[in-house]
Nanobody, 126 residues
Framework: QVQLVESGGGLVQPGESLRLSCAAF????????IGWFRQAPGKEREGVSC????????YYGESVKGRFTISKDNAKNTMYLQMNSLKPEDTAVYYC???????????????????WGQGTQVTVSS
């Protein structure tokens, strides 16, 4: 059974860091595209970052570029999102996602991903 399980969310102050983890079950991360999305209250789900399946290249949304880092550990079958210099506007439910479909370059379009985690809350507030 395919499953993604997130962890690591919580409440932090502006400027602090947090690392989200997402463990995959039922498939391996070494041959799929992976990504992170987030959804704030009253807003559409937006793409944060992704890693392409063919060459491992990464892509980041403009609002997180330079502050967030996506990575994965194939041995642990787990993906991560390191979030630094957090801002109140980063507050959202964060979702990990993956797809076995092959694209030349991963993109942050929700419809291109097939497997989704349950989400983990990140709150940035003083």
């Amino acid at each position: 059974q395919v499953q993604l399980v997130e962890s690591g969310g919580g409440l932090v102050q502006p400027g602090e860091s947090l690392r989200l983890s997402c463990a995959a079950f039922g498939f391996t991360l070494d041959n799929v595209a992976i990504g992170w999305f987030r959804q704030a209250p009253g807003k559409e789900r937006e793409g944060v970052s992704c890693i392409s399946s063919n060459d491992g290249s990464t892509y980041y949304g403009e609002s997180v570029k330079g502050r967030f880092t996506i990575s994965k550990d194939n041995a642990k079958n787990t993906m991560y999102l390191q979030m630094n210099s957090l801002k109140p506007e980063d507050t959202a439910v964060y979702y990990c996602t993956a797809t076995p479909r092959v694209f030349r370059q991963c993109r942050l379009f929700r419809y291109e991903y097939d497997y989704w985690g349950q989400g983990t809350q990140v709150t940035v507030s003083s």
